[in-house]
């Protein structure tokens, strides 16, 4: 029973670094599944009740992370960023951006450069979060 | 007052499978491979560096009770117990391409250019997280 329990977190976690991995890219779920050898349906499931949230947030959070990083620490335009980050229109990067920051890319970027930390702790911690207890994600 | 850090340590599932992984595939080598009864206290070091030893211990009876080791096991599979390994290496392209060759290593990033160097990330079995590093030379 235990060991099932292990198995299927670290078929998740397989899937999840691979989110984690290659967020720059379309990734479907169909994909995601397969790392995790699960059905569709499970995989959605299985994740949510291991890390917190669906997939589909997951992945969002590590874009938008790595959109954040990019605007403070480069020159690039927005629009490059919202490709570069995985997303495929324009007018889906603002709304997702601004949903989850609380304000337009273009003034959060006006806050200038960040403090660099070695980037694994930049992906966990400088996430916008999904839990909840995060009020500037939410007040900006 | 203190004078350095001479051993830490990380949570596996499996000993062996610990020793195929870290010494097999990272080439690290066995510094204590010891059957204490109790325990088999197992620590490996990168090469040359006997003096920063990491202890690759197996959660379970009777250090801890069935359940919290199913419990350490569960968040170790999920990759949050917090056993992060920082290396560095004096050729992080190099080194990925070394163990891209042997196969089976699950990478979570590619080697990427950050302000403190170059670097890339991958997974023990288990769920831990390692990343190995070419620093960039400190500013002068």
Redesign the interface.
């Known amino acids: 029973m ?1 060991r099932a ?3 299927t ?2 078929r ?3 899937a ?2 691979a989110m ?2 290659t967020y720059g890219r379309a990734l479907d779920i169909t994909t995601l599944a397969r790392i995790a050898c699960v059905s569709e349906s499970h995989f959605i499931r299985e994740f949510r009740a ?2 917190g949230e669906t997939p589909h947030r997951y992945l969002q959070r590590r874009r938008v992370e790595r959109a954040l990083y990019l605007l403070r620490c480069t020159d690039r335009s927005i629009t490059d960023i919202c490709f570069d980050v995985g997303f495929a229109s324009l007018g889906t990067f603002s709304k997702t951006f601004h949903l989850i920051v609380g304000e337009s890319p273009s003034k959060y970027r006006r806050r200038g450069e960040v403090i ?1 930390v ?3 702790f930049a992906m966990a911690w400088t996430r916008p979060s999904s839990f909840g207890e995060d009020d500037r994600a939410m007040t900006g | 007052m203190l004078s350095s850090l001479r051993i830490s340590q990380i949570y596996v ?1 499996d000993q062996d499978q610990a020793i195929d992984f870290y010494v097999g595939t990272l080439g690290l080598e066995i510094n204590t491979d010891q059957d204490l009864g109790f325990m088999r206290f197992l620590t490996v070091n990168v090469p040359g560096e006997p003096d920063h030893q990491i202890l690759l211990e197996k959660p379970g009876p009777p250090a801890m009770d069935p359940a919290t080791a ?1 419990e350490v ?2 968040l ?4 949050r117990t917090g056993g ?1 390994l ?1 290396f560095t290496t004096t050729d992080a392209r190099k080194a990925y391409e070394d163990l891209r060759a042997k196969g089976g290593v ?5 080697p ?1 250019e ?3 160097g170059i ?1 890339f ?1 991958l ?1 023990d079995p ?2 831990n ?1 390692i ?1 190995v590093a070419q620093m960039a030379p400190a500013p002068s």
């Not at chain 2, 170790?76 to 990759?79: N, P």
């Open positions: 235990t329990v292990e198995e977190n670290r998740l976690l397989r999840r670094d984690d991995l291991t890390f660099t070695p980037t694994c | 599932l199913d096991r569960s170790l599979t999920k990759g992060h920082f699950e990478f979570t990033q590619e990427t950050q302000p403190y670097d990330g997974r288990f769920g997280h990343r």
